[in-house]
């Protein structure tokens, strides 16, 4: 699936600068509960971002929107001073105070998707979107 990822984001043009940052999930034990696991988790998240970053928190309870509707959303959100960073949670999701706190909550899907997965799938969603809004052939209405 790596090389999906990176296909796609080959693809992009070279002034969106793309870049894929992991982050490692939090250490779980047994008697720890998943709102602690993604906490600690957020919080790793939120040591890598800047202040100034367009959060775009990846989860199945989001809005939905098809390919054209996404196109003119980042087509606005790239008229903005920030960088966008789009986040994609652990196996267990995010955390709820993360969520609240993104700039947007967008869901690719209502199904639960690995995020391997999730990864390919906004890489080529980014790639398609840069071809609306150039008006390039590659997506077909």
Known sequence: MADAWEQYARRLPPAWRIELVEVAGARRSAR????????AEAEKIRATLRRDEQVVALDESGRLLDSEGFAGRL??????????????????????????????????????LPHEMVRVVLAEQLYRASTIIAGHPYHRA
């Open 75 to 112: 087509s606005g959100w790239l008229g903005g001073s920030r960088d966008i960073v789009f986040v994609i949670g652990g196996a267990d999701g995010l955390d709820a105070a993360f969520l609240a706190a993104a700039d947007f909550r967008w869901s690719l899907s209502p199904l639960t």
């Open 32 to 39: 720890q509960p998943d709102a602690a696991v993604k906490a």
